[in-house]
Structure formats: C-alpha cells, structure tokens
C-alpha cells in the first residue's frame, strides 16, 4: 500500500539508492541482505515521531501469517501479533484498507510504537470472498516478483521491486478474517500501465520490465497493471498465453 506525499524525505531514488548500498555485496533478499537491511531501516527510524502511534492503544491479537515460497513453490505459515484499526482508511475497487501494526520477527523487541511496524492490510468487500483468491493473488505477486528479479539480472539501467504481500488471518476472532499485508511504503504512487493497454508514457522503466517478460517467458506471460512509487511495484497482472495459470 502506497500512501502520497511530496516528501523529500521519502523519495523513491534516495531509499533505493540507500538500500542498495546498505546490501553491497549481499543480495537483498537474502538472509543477510535482509538483516543488513532491517537493522539500517530500524536504526533510521529508532528516532522517528510514528504517525501511527495510537494503534499501540488498540488490543494486540494473535493470528497466522501466511508466505509464499517461490522457489518451492508452497506456502508456509508462523505466528504473528498485530493491532489493526476496526475502520478502513481507504479503499480501491475491490478491497479496503486498514491500518496495522505488526511486530517484527527480525527484531528482538515488543515495542510497537515504531515506524518499521507500519503495514497495510487489505481485505475484499465480500465477506464471502473465496480463501482461495487471497493466496492466488499472493501467488501471483511473488511470481511477478520473480520476473523482477530476473529483470535486475539483465543488468537495466534502473532495477526495480515489487513489493513483498503476504496474509495475516486473524484465527482468534470467530470468522477467522483473511488480509492482504504490505508494508506501508510514503510516494506519489503511478499507474504505469494497465490490464487493457493504457500506458503512461512518463517512465520507460515499467514498460521495459513489462516487456522483458513477455521476450524472456518465450512469449508465455506477460506482467502487465504495473504501479508503485519510482519503481518499486504493488498490484501487478500476469498475463498467460493459455489464460489459466492466473484466472
């Protein structure tokens, strides 16, 4: 979830920039990179006024956090505490938006009132939304982020993101509710391009990206609705030549 400001302090450039170098020589998906990664992330903002900061008054509930992995291809699941906001905040065409807090597994800390804690969870408006479309869509974000990654193999000259998404299903309340999780990430959010073939001509990045991977999966798919702030990327589309995999 991408929530606008104008902030330089939150510039896309300047904290992909500031990432890659906190990583050097560690890929930042990797265990270290992502420790190195984390650890700089909660040093930054150890000091930071959390705007969020009345959540830590919300009562704290015990849930199932859900991942995707792509490399095995399965999903695998561990306990996680949050605090989330009865009242969506926003809302796109099919889901609605809730502010939470979730504590880190990373750090050693109960301490809620932290920046880093921030995420969004999304949830359909159909109470009766299908479980299943809740871990197709993850599926298909993680396999997107797949494509990112090869991208940034090719060595283009600006590399891209697409933001990790998991679910939280609250397990103690009675209908067991499922959200989409992502981390809260400040930017003005664009829409690049789209399922039907609008395409914002402002950036090339996004388009090439989408590009690679229509050349680089033999024609076979093609991730397309890229949006997100600079190029780090939330809610794509992957097209598939039989139209099956993805619904």
Same mark, same amino acid.
């Given at each position: 979830?991408?929530?606008p400001t104008?902030s330089?302090?939150?510039n896309?450039?300047? /904290?992909y920039?500031?990432?890659?170098?906190?990583?050097?020589?560690?890929?930042?998906?990797?265990?270290i990179?992502?420790?190195?990664? #984390?650890s700089?992330i909660?040093?930054?903002?150890?000091?930071?006024k959390d705007? /969020?900061?009345? &959540?830590?008054d919300l009562?704290?509930?015990?849930?199932?956090?859900?991942r995707?992995? +792509?490399?095995?291809?399965?999903? #695998?699941s561990d306990e996680?505490q !949050?605090?989330?906001e009865?009242k969506?905040f926003a809302?796109?065409?099919?889901r609605?938006c809730?502010?939470?807090?979730?504590l880190?597994?990373?750090?050693?800390t109960?301490? /809620?009132? !932290?920046?880093?804690?921030?995420?969004v969870a999304?949830?359909?408006f159909k109470?009766?939304e299908?479980? =299943?479309?809740y #871990?197709?869509? !993850?599926?298909l974000?993680m396999?997107?982020?797949? /494509?990112?990654e090869e991208?940034?193999?090719?060595e283009?000259?600006?590399?891209?993101?697409i933001? $990790? +998404?998991?679910i939280?299903?609250?397990?103690?309340r009675e209908?067991k509710?499922?959200?989409?999780v992502?981390s809260l990430?400040?930017?003005?959010y664009? =829409?690049?391009?789209?399922?039907?073939?609008?395409v914002?001509?402002?950036?090339?990045?996004? $388009?090439a990206?989408?590009?690679?991977? #229509?050349?680089?999966s033999?024609h076979?798919c093609?991730?397309v609705d !890229? $949006?997100g702030?600079?190029? &780090?990327y939330?809610?794509?589309q992957?097209?598939?030549?039989?139209? &099956?995999?993805y619904?």
């Amino acid at each position: 979830m991408v929530v606008p400001t104008t902030s330089p302090k939150n510039n896309f450039k300047q /904290w992909y920039q500031r990432r890659v170098a906190i990583t050097a020589g560690e890929s930042p998906n990797s265990p270290i990179g992502r420790w190195k990664l #984390f650890s700089a992330i909660a040093h930054e903002t150890a000091h930071e006024k959390d705007k /969020w900061e009345y &959540l830590c008054d919300l009562p704290t509930e015990r849930g199932t956090r859900w991942r995707y992995d +792509m490399k095995k291809k399965i999903f #695998f699941s561990d306990e996680v505490q !949050v605090k989330i906001e009865k009242k969506p905040f926003a809302h796109g065409a099919m889901r609605e938006c809730f502010r939470m807090k979730k504590l880190s597994h990373f750090a050693d800390t109960t301490d /809620w009132n !932290v920046p880093f804690a921030n995420v969004v969870a999304k949830r359909y408006f159909k109470d009766d939304e299908d479980r =299943k479309t809740y #871990f197709d869509d !993850v599926k298909l974000q993680m396999d997107a982020k797949y /494509w990112a990654e090869e991208y940034n193999r090719a060595e283009p000259p600006k590399k891209i993101d697409i933001m $990790q +998404m998991m679910i939280v299903e609250l397990s103690e309340r009675e209908d067991k509710p499922l959200f989409h999780v992502e981390s809260l990430i400040e930017g003005d959010y664009i =829409k690049y391009n789209s399922n039907s073939g609008y395409v914002e001509t402002c950036r090339n990045t996004p $388009q090439a990206f989408s590009h690679f991977t #229509f050349e680089a999966s033999g024609h076979q798919c093609i991730v397309v609705d !890229v $949006q997100g702030v600079g190029d &780090l990327y939330t809610d794509p589309q992957i097209h598939t030549y039989d139209g &099956l995999e993805y619904g």
